[in-house]
Structure formats: structure tokens, C-alpha cells
T-cell receptor, first 115, second 113 residues
Framework: GAGVSQTPSNKVTEKGKYVELRCDPISGHTALYWYRQSLGQGPEFLIYFQGTGAADDSGLPNDRFFAVRPEGSVSTLKIQRTERGDSAVYLC?????????????FGPGTRLLVL | SQKIEQNSEALNIQEGKTATLTCNYTNYSPAYLQWYRQDPGRGPVFLLLIRENEKEKRKERLKVTFDTTLKQSLFHITASQPADSATYLCALRGSSNTGKLIFGQGTTLQVKP
């Protein structure tokens, strides 16, 4: 596609439920990133994929959060036993090779609200 | 711990003036510093990248400076227009291949006609 797409655009769930957020990166981009953005804050890094493998998952806040990228393209961020504090915008980005000087292209985000 | 600070208060300027946004950081030695623009309800959009060995970078009406001694970057928009109104994010990245960008909290710019 022309840009990074994310689905759903909005997700409302109840505390304790399981959610999956999907990211479709720019075709041909090997690097994929997940960030979380709270209101009035900048994006906060969660995890970085190089191909199918998680090259850096140091930003995942706890073991309720997990992400996969099984074929090196689409990625899914999974959150178990959601808590109200998980409410935020979840942003996905991709870049061509993942080099340090590369531009990251962001999707529009998924707005998650945990009631 | 690594910390990035941007002006937390919104910056209001008159159309045609130069907007200057500040990004200060501590406990970090970035190899690259990037500026992004974010509009409400949208993801950040890349504007400019400057390397640690570069002092200044320009692109059309945009100019970025990078002072590794002061640990500060300045972002300038000359001849500002109402369409420049948005939140501007500063982001740092190291030279290793960890991939992650460390973002500041952003500064909201409002350009009035």
C-alpha cells in the first residue's frame, strides 16, 4: 500500500479483556516498530522487528503485552487482561532496512480505550 | 535516565514570523536527531534528520541546528503560515541498530493569520 495502515482505528474494550491491534507496513519495509502515545506525550517505544524477529522488545511494559510478525510483513500487537492504564494511541511505523539514519513512516494509530 | 525536554507550553505566533522550537536532552549521546510533525488524530510525519557531526540542516522554510555540547537542537520555521500549526516532536536515536526513537513530549505551534 501507499502508507502504513492500522486496524482498527478505534477500539473500546472492558477491563480484563484481550485485544489485538494490527499493523500493515509499507511494502518492502523490513523494519517495523510499535509505539504507544498517551495524551499530551510523545510516542513511547514498545518493540522493534527486523524481519520476523523482535530485535528489541525492551519497551514492552510487562508480560501482558506481546507482538508478532510471523511472515515479516503484517504485525499484531496483543494485549492480555487489559487495564485502564493501557488506554492510549498505539502507533505503528516501518522503515526500509531499520538503519539508524532512516526515516520511520508512521500509521494513523489505533485509539484504545479500556473502560 | 535519558530525558528529552521540549517547550511544554504552546507557542503562538503571527503569520509571517519565524517560529523557533527547542529540544534539550540529557544522559544521552544521540547519533541522529529527527523532527516530526503531528496533526490531531494522525501519526507523526518525518520532517528533517540531522547527524551528530552536522551543525545545521535546511529544507525549504525549515532549519534545524544541533549542538552536541549544549545537548540542544533548535527547529526554525521561517515565514510561518497557519497551515504550519501542529505539534512538533523531537526524536533521538543512537548509532546502534536498536531501532527505537526516543521522543520528546512535543510542542504545539499555533500560527495566527
Amino acid at each position: 500500500g501507499a502508507g502504513v495502515s492500522q486496524t482498527p482505528s478505534n477500539k473500546v474494550t472492558e477491563k480484563g479483556k484481550y485485544v489485538e491491534l494490527r499493523c500493515d507496513p509499507i511494502s518492502g519495509h523490513t523494519a517495523l516498530y510499535w509505539y504507544r502515545q498517551s495524551l499530551g506525550q510523545g510516542p513511547e517505544f514498545l518493540i522493534y522487528f527486523q524481519g520476523t524477529g523482535a530485535a528489541d522488545d525492551s519497551g514492552l511494559p510487562n508480560d501482558r503485552f506481546f507482538a508478532v510478525r510471523p511472515e515479516g510483513s503484517v504485525s499484531t500487537l496483543k494485549i492480555q487482561r487489559t487495564e485502564r492504564g493501557d488506554s492510549a494511541v498505539y502507533l505503528c511505523a516501518s522503515s526500509f532496512l531499520g538503519g539508524a539514519g532512516e526515516t520511520q513512516y508512521f500509521g494513523p494509530g489505533t485509539r484504545l480505550l479500556v473502560l | 535516565s535519558q530525558k528529552i525536554e521540549q517547550n511544554s507550553e504552546a507557542l503562538n505566533i503571527q503569520e509571517g514570523k519565524t517560529a523557533t522550537l527547542t529540544c534539550n536532552y540529557t544522559n544521552y549521546s544521540p547519533a541522529y536527531l529527527q523532527w516530526y510533525r503531528q496533526d490531531p488524530g494522525r501519526g507523526p510525519v518525518f520532517l528533517l534528520l540531522i547527524r551528530e557531526n552536522e551543525k545545521e540542516k535546511r529544507k525549504e522554510r525549515l532549519k534545524v541546528t544541533f549542538d552536541t555540547t549544549l545537548k540542544q537542537s533548535l527547529f526554525h520555521i521561517t515565514a510561518s503560515q497557519p497551515a504550519d500549526s501542529a505539534t512538533y516532536l523531537c526524536a533521538l536515536r543512537g548509532s546502534s541498530n536498536t531501532g527505537k526513537l526516543i521522543f520528546g513530549q512535543g510542542t504545539t505551534l499555533q500560527v495566527k493569520p
